[in-house]
């Protein structure tokens, strides 16, 4: 099959490896426009490298952009990690269509944040999805699904590179295979049955000290390591990451209950957090080195 690969950044670059172990005919890659700061994303590199033609409109949504994929002449198109809208006319062109990774149990958690919601929410189990997109927001046929755990004291970027990066690879390379034998299915998604949650971005990790230690607890691991869940401590603004629990309680949830050589204790109504690593100012350092730094009491109470 003659194959295109959409996508970018490290998930991109090694869905490229894959294929070209499995000795696929890549006629095309996709990726992103570069960036300002000019940074090469590694998908680009890695395409350059293996002398495959890299293309990079600034959106898909024109004629040209139409036109593009269309002389690509392509039987499929593989779509790993995707941030620009790509309408339908454009992922139709393809013989057999497009293909897309999403890093959900789709239909929950559609939308642009959908490893973080999950952790944040609470649950104990998320997976990926292969999707044949169309013109909604996630809301394609399925093609595959794998499940796996959340494990407790599992953070946001261990969830994704520990499990949901390496079975996105598995799958796309499964799903191909089934594409090219027309044994592909097409499961329609009962969105009523789902949830779309758009981006986990500095307002949702904001701490809110009102809430049960739980639920604190999630959001630092949801925002581990972006975007950094937050609070303000005498009015410097800090993330928190290497959260843990604690069996403390307090009358002051927010309160800086004690601090060691390791780690920062913080009370809430119903119990407290450990925190290891912090950022404040740009730079990440230890919990300890912050209280040493800033000066910060036994006492405080954060959000203020």
């Known amino acids: 099959m003659r194959i295109v690969l959409h996508g970018q950044q490290a998930f991109g670059s090694a869905v490229l490896d894959r294929l070209i172990e499995n000795k696929e005919n890549i006629v095309a890659v996709c990726a992103a426009p570069d960036k300002e700061n ?3 994303d590694p998908l680009v590199e890695n395409a350059t490298k293996n002398n495959i033609p890299v293309y990079q409109p600034s959106s898909w949504k024109t004629q040209e952009a139409y036109d593009l994929m269309k002389s690509f002449d392509a039987d499929l198109c593989v779509m790993a990690y995707v941030t620009l809208i790509v309408p339908s006319n454009v992922l139709n062109l393809p013989k057999l269509g497009s293909i897309q990774y999403h890093p959900s149990l789709l239909p929950m958690h559609r939308g642009p944040s959908s490893i973080n919601w999950p952790i944040n929410n609470g649950s104990d189990k998320t997976g990926i999805t292969i999707f044949w997109p169309d013109d909604g927001l996630d809301t394609g046929p399925i093609l595959l699904q794998k499940e796996c755990a959340i494990l407790q004291d599992e953070t946001l970027g261990e969830l994704y590179f520990n499990k949901l990066f390496p079975m996105g690879i598995d799958a796309l390379e499964e799903s191909i295979k089934l594409v090219r034998d027309n044994s592909a299915e097409r499961i329609e998604q009962d969105l009523d049955k789902g949830s779309y949650e758009s981006w986990f971005g500095k307002a949702e990790a904001k701490i809110d000290w009102s809430q049960n230690v739980k639920s604190i607890y999630n959001k630092i691991r949801a925002s581990d390591p972006q975007p950094g869940a937050w609070t303000l401590i005498n009015g410097v603004e800090v993330k928190f990451y290497e959260v843990g629990l604690k069996d403390q309680t307090t009358q002051n949830s927010g309160e800086i209950l004690s601090f060691n050589s390791d780690s ?9 957090i450990s925190i290891k690593k912090v950022r404040v100012d740009g730079k990440k350092v230890t919990a ?6 800033y000066k910060i009491e036994i006492g405080t109470i954060c959000g203020q």
């Not at 920062?264 to 407290?272: M, V, Y």
């Not at 300890?288 to 730094?293: A, G, L, R």
């Open 264 to 272: 920062l204790i913080i009370g809430t109504k119903d119990g407290a």
């Open 38 to 40: 000019g940074r090469i």
């Open 288 to 293: 300890t080195e912050f209280i040493n730094e």
